[in-house]
């Protein structure tokens, strides 16, 4: 699969560098021989980085390697952090992770060249390989990845029968309807063409078959399940059995649920028994293959950014919490805007060092992602 792929011999934790780190030459040179097989001599390179505490007689034997087989030379630099002046913030950072001190002597830290350097500084830092550097040039002007994002990626439905999925969805319509109202009166029908023709208009027949499917199967298991918010405006939905509202007697928009004039896919909030949850999940993965539930992230708001730095900076309890309940709780709160409405913060701020620090360090982390996990009920299913 190395098919339209660069590759690079990475840095000094990679293979090649590794065995030269070492003393394994040899091995060296037949790794990078490998992998210049396997992508090709022209696109794969060999990696030099010039960090801190790096073995310094590694990118000697890199050039020597990349002669020996014929490969190209790029230069790169490890990236931890955005600016050089974030390496204390990034420390902090670090520690809030790992649950360390800042002053503990084996806390993990970072060298601080890992920034992100600008074309000047890494030709500096490379004066001695001017033809690294064009490497870099040369690999980013190679690469070109068009995703596609406007495009609805939701899988097909495969009716049981011979029928589309329009057709399919529209005899469920019926048989559904004709189940409910006993007869389909005109206003029945006019209601079901024109949502249907919206829906087929759309290419959304598979999605509401999916999610007719998947409640399905949940009601055959007896696990509670319905729809609710603006799915429940849907003729075709009751017809379903996704909703056990008529939108009829009670005047709800299909408009509501389903703009004509927008091209985006309905939103169908479904719920379902959480003992049974997960069971429905793994039915539909099964099913239809491409699934996952969404990620969440936590990040770190104005009050317990200070907290945090607080405790790895090792000011004490009490002083902290009094600090943090500074900052109003107010929705989209930051250390900033806190600063400019709190007097006696900002006077904390200008008389006291180690507050001073505590501020400007989380000024530099606040808005960062703290941890993740998965999301209360955001599933996607594509094709």
């Known amino acids: ?48 980085q010039r960090h801190v505490g790096d073995v310094p007689d590694v990118n000697e034997g890199l050039v020597d390697v990349a002669k020996k087989v014929g490969l190209g030379l790029v230069a790169t630099n490890d990236v931890h952090f955005l600016d050089a002046d974030d390496h204390e913030a990034h420390g902090v950072l670090t520690c809030i992770s790992t649950g360390k001190q800042f002053d503990d002597p084996n806390r993990m830290s970072y060298p601080n060249n890992v920034f992100l350097k600008s074309p000047e500084q890494m030709r500096e830092l490379f004066h ?6 064009d490497n870099t040039v040369d690999i980013a002007n190679r690469c070109n990845v068009d995703i596609d994002l406007k495009s609805q990626h939701a899988p097909r439905y495969a009716p049981p029968t011979d029928e589309t999925p329009e057709a399919y969805l529209r005899r469920l319509v019926y048989e559904g309807c004709e189940r409910l109202y006993g007869e389909i009166t005109e206003e029945v029908d006019q209601r079901i063409k024109r949502e249907m023709d919206v829906i087929a208009g759309k290419g959304f027949c598979s999605y509401f078959l999916i999610v007719w499917d998947f409640c399905n199967y949940a009601r055959e298991r007896n696990i509670p399940v319905g729809a609710r918010g603006s799915g429940v405006g849907t003729i075709v939905g009751y017809a379903l059995g996704m909703c056990d509202v008529d939108p009829i007697k009670y005047d709800l928009l299909f408009e509501r649920f389903m703009d004509p004039e927008r091209n985006e896919m309905p939103d169908i909030d479904i719920d379902i028994c959480q003992a049974h949850r997960p069971e429905v999940i793994e039915y539909v993965r099964q099913k239809y293959g491409q699934v996952a539930q969404i990620i969440t ?25 009094k600090l943090a309940k500074m900052v109003p709780e107010d929705l989209g709160m930051t250390l900033e805007k806190a600063l400019e409405i709190e007097p006696e913060l900002k006077q904390l701020y200008e008389e006291d060092p180690q507050i001073h620090r505590v501020i400007d360090i989380g000024e ?18 594509a094709d």
């Open 128 to 133: 001695d390989f001017p033809e690294a550097c």
């Open 364 to 381: 530099r982390l606040e808005g960062l992602t703290r941890h993740n996990s998965v999301h209360a009920c955001g599933v996607v299913v």
């Open 297 to 321: 992230f936590g990040t770190m708001k104005a009050r317990a950014v200070i907290r945090d730095v607080c405790r790895v900076l090792g000011v004490p309890l009490d002083q902290a919490d």
């Open 1 to 48: 699969f190395s098919e339209g792929l660069i590759g690079l011999s990475a840095c000094i934790k990679g293979q090649v560098p590794n065995a030269l780190r070492h003393g394994e030459d040899k091995q060296a040179l037949e790794l990078a021989e490998r992998y210049a097989k396997v992508f090709g001599p022209d696109r794969f390179y060999i990696e030099l």
